[in-house]
């Protein structure tokens, strides 16, 4: 899953790809990569960011990413775009417009309206864990078990989700690295991914470029920034794979690519040594 940011302030990259022709043309380029999902944002969930109540209008987020999804499908029919949004009203206009999966970082909880669209659209879901809204995760209290927090979690939303109409075999979990965990936290989190396998459900991996990656890059007591974490990325991906999740969201899609295929071989002989 490559991601494809269309905002002014993303923390990744700082709105390189805010223009909707730089935009389309960095979509086009990670599908000829080897994307086989591109994940289309409107709005920053950096720290600080990101609520209902001080993030960015349903009009202006559609308005970002809608002329975006519209090129890139007339140029690829077949590509498959997520639409990365907790409001209904852009989940809605996002699917009618093509777009195949709504990746909600909310997992249906910051907009009440969000589980009866999916329900009535019948597209992928994605729901991702996080601890609070983005202006509380830098104060979240630490937690003794992080990936059975996760889990547990996880298991209530998206059970609650099913229960309210959306189908089961539609629904995908993302462990939300970075979303209100404290820095050393993501680690037992990444090691513990495979916990979550108990959920019987599909799993999604999104490391890329994170603080978590940047703070163990540090040099001289400086986090590394974003521009400088692709390795700790692959490494970080590389460890989801091998932990069996089934899709991982990427920022640099061919070097990630690369990197996959050699986790792939690895987990084939782990199941048949004697291959």
């Given at each position: 899953m490559?991601i494809?940011?269309?905002?002014?302030?993303?923390?990744?990259?700082?709105?390189?790809?805010?223009?909707?022709?730089?935009?389309?043309?960095?979509?086009?380029?990670?599908?000829?990569?080897?994307?086989?999902?591109?994940?289309?944002?409107?709005?920053?969930?950096?720290?600080?960011?990101g609520?209902?109540?001080?993030?960015?209008?349903?009009?202006?987020?559609?308005?970002?990413?809608?002329?975006?999804?519209?090129?890139?499908?007339?140029e690829?029919?077949?590509?498959?775009?997520?639409?990365?949004?907790?409001?209904?009203?852009?989940?809605?206009?996002?699917?009618?417009?093509?777009?195949?999966?709504?990746?909600?970082?909310?997992?249906?909880?910051?907009?009440?309206?969000?589980?009866?669209?999916?329900?009535?659209?019948?597209?992928?879901?994605?729901?991702?864990?996080?601890?609070?809204?983005?202006?509380?995760?830098?104060?979240?209290?630490?937690?003794?078990?992080?990936?059975?927090?996760?889990?547990?979690?996880?298991?209530?939303?998206?059970?609650?989700?099913?229960?309210?109409?959306?189908?089961?075999?539609?629904?995908?979990?993302?462990?939300?690295?970075?979303?209100?965990?404290?820095?050393?936290?993501?680690?037992?989190?990444?090691?513990?991914?495979?916990?979550?396998?108990?959920?019987?459900?599909?799993?999604?991996?999104?490391?890329?470029?994170?603080?978590?990656?940047?703070?163990?890059?540090?040099?001289?007591?400086?986090?590394?920034?974003?521009?400088?974490?692709?390795?700790?990325?692959?490494?970080?991906?590389?460890?989801?794979?091998?932990?069996?999740?089934?899709?991982?969201?990427?920022?640099?899609?061919k070097?990630?690519?690369?990197?996959?295929?050699?986790?792939?071989?690895?987990?084939?002989?782990?199941?048949?040594?004697?291959?």
């Amino acid at each position: 899953m490559g991601i494809l940011n269309v905002t002014p302030d993303s923390f990744s990259d700082g709105g390189k790809y805010f223009a909707r022709e730089r935009a389309v043309e960095h979509g086009l380029q990670m599908i000829a990569e080897g994307a086989d999902i591109l994940d289309l944002g409107g709005e920053s969930t950096r720290p600080g960011v990101g609520t209902q109540e001080r993030g960015v209008p349903e009009e202006e987020e559609l308005k970002r990413i809608m002329p975006v999804l519209e090129d890139i499908l007339r140029e690829k029919p077949d590509a498959i775009i997520s639409a990365d949004t907790y409001k209904a009203g852009v989940a809605r206009a996002a699917v009618r417009a093509g777009a195949e999966i709504v990746n909600d970082v909310s997992a249906l909880r910051w907009d009440g309206k969000m589980a009866e669209a999916l329900t009535e659209l019948q597209c992928g879901v994605i729901l991702m864990h996080t601890r609070g809204r983005p202006d509380e995760w830098r104060n979240q209290p630490a937690s003794s078990d992080i990936a059975a927090e996760v889990k547990s979690e996880l298991k209530i939303w998206s059970e609650d989700g099913i229960k309210q109409g959306i189908q089961r075999d539609r629904v995908l979990l993302d462990a939300g690295f970075g979303f209100g965990k404290i820095f050393g936290q993501n680690y037992p989190l990444l090691a513990g991914l495979h916990r979550l396998h108990d959920l019987g459900l599909p799993l999604l991996s999104g490391t890329s470029r994170k603080s978590f990656i940047g703070r163990a890059l540090a040099r001289e007591g400086k986090d590394a920034p974003p521009s400088e974490r692709l390795y700790g990325s692959l490494a970080a991906m590389t460890a989801s794979i091998l932990q069996g999740v089934h899709i991982v969201r990427v920022h640099e899609v061919k070097p990630a690519v690369e990197a996959a295929k050699v986790a792939d071989e690895v987990l084939k002989a782990m199941i048949d040594p004697g291959r």
